[in-house]
Structures are given as structure tokens and as C-alpha cells.
């Protein structure tokens, strides 16, 4: 589903230049449960963000489903991660005033779907997150756990193909975030949505099919299946 070919990143010039990410390979097929573990500093987080089509790589590239993303343009980029990826930060990232309803429903205006659509689609993730007592609820008044659940509900709204996820539990006590862990988990069980978490918690690593360990923008251990759900 994802390659990346000779992979680099690097931020600044010259003499200020730093490499974040150098000359990554990698194959993530569908179906698979993948984390990407390392320091702070280490890249994983850029590794996730190349991925997930957030930047451009300095050289090297990313294939999603034998497509060179380097040969799409930005509409083309937009409507690729719109419509087959779904995104949990560890930040929330949502308009505080608005409602749960109207904040799952945010990429589906912006994917042009109907407003009776848009309605139905979301009260459906909303279903699947648990948290139907709060669809009228604004944001803001939510506690951490709930607005992680408001995310994921975002995230899949659009039946995402592959969801990335960094750090989702960063901001949650350990009991909060092994709810949010299985609920994530669950999706890929039953919806077959490739799952992508980058963590520093080795505990959430273990729970995945498959843990890349990056060190200084370079993969220096990859373990498990790569094979997917069939």
C-alpha cells in the first residue's frame, strides 16, 4: 500500500542543514499494524508526516498504490489524503465552539459531500467512537479521552483506508489511553484500515504486528509480520 524508495528529509542549508530522515526504505502493506518507535529527534514523526503525503521529501520518494506522490499535484495530493487517510494527533486539533457533530463532519464539507450525507455519515462514526450523548456537545466541554474518541470519529468519517496516528495518547492517563488504544486497534480488526502509530511507549509498539525502531533518520530494526490481514 505505502513504499518509500531512498527516502531523505533534511531541514535548512549549508552549514545549518540537519538530516532528519536518511535514505529510508519501506514497504507497509494493507492490513498491517506498524510502529514507528524512536526518540524525540529521532525522525519518526517526520517518517509519518513524508507518509502520510503532510510534506514533500528533499529526495526520494513515496508510493501509495503504485503511484509516485512526487507526480501529483497539491489538488491531487489533498483529495489522496482526504479520501484514503485518516489523521489522530496527539493534539486535538478542533474548532472548540463547534459542536461534535460539526467538527466529525469538517472533512466531509470539505470532500463536497451533502449536508443530509455529511449528517448521517458522521452520526455513524459518532456510533462508533461511543459517544452519542455528546454529538450536540461543543468541544471544548469535552474531557481529553472524549475529544481523542472526537477525533478518531473524524478520522473515519471518510472510511479511510490507512489511519496515522502520533503519539495519540500523549495527553491521556494510562487508563483513558488504553481505551483509545483499543478502539483503534478494533478499527483495524474490523474495518481492515491500516493502522500507523508513531509512539515512544513500548507498550503500544508490542500491541503491533510490526515495530520499525528509527535512530537518527535511519531505520535500524524492523520486527514482525509484513504480510497484513488477508
Do not use: W
Not at 514533500?56 to 487517510?85: A, D, I, M
Amino acid at each position: 500500500m505505502l513504499q518509500t524508495r531512498n527516502l531523505v528529509k533534511t531541514y535548512g542549508r549549508r552549514s545549518t542543514a540537519f538530516k532528519a530522515l536518511d535514505d529510508i526504505d519501506l514497504t507497509i502493506n494493507k492490513g498491517e499494524t506498524v510502529a514507528i518507535i524512536g526518540k524525540s529527534g529521532s525522525g519518526k514523526s517526520t517518517l509519518m508526516h513524508l507518509l502520510a503525503l503532510l510534506d514533500r521529501p528533499t529526495s526520494g520518494k513515496v508510493v501509495v498504490e503504485g503511484k509516485n506522490s512526487n507526480n501529483l499535484r497539491q489538488r491531487q495530493l489533498n483529495h489522496l489524503r482526504n479520501h484514503r487517510f485518516g489523521f489522530v494527533f496527539q493534539q486535538f486539533f478542533m474548532n472548540p465552539n463547534d459542536s461534535v457533530l460539526d467538527n466529525v463532519m469538517l472533512p466531509l464539507k470539505i470532500a463536497g459531500i451533502s449536508r443530509r450525507a455529511r449528517k448521517r455519515r458522521a452520526l455513524e462514526a459518532i456510533k462508533t467512537v461511543e459517544l452519542e450523548d455528546k454529538t450536540n456537545a461543543r468541544a471544548k466541554d469535552l474531557s481529553g479521552g472524549q475529544k481523542q474518541r472526537v477525533c478518531i470519529a473524524r478520522a473515519i468519517v471518510n472510511n479511510p483506508e490507512v489511519i496515522f496516528a502520533d503519539e495519540p495518547t500523549g495527553n491521556l492517563d494510562s487508563a483513558t489511553g488504553d481505551r483509545i488504544i483499543n478502539l483503534l486497534f478494533e478499527l483495524n480488526k474490523t474495518k481492515g484500515i491500516t493502522l500507523i502509530i508513531v509512539t515512544h511507549d513500548p507498550d503500544i509498539a508490542k500491541q503491533c504486528s510490526r515495530q520499525i525502531h528509527i535512530k537518527d533518520g535511519r531505520i535500524i530494526e524492523d520486527t514482525g509480520s509484513k504480510g497484513g490481514n488477508k
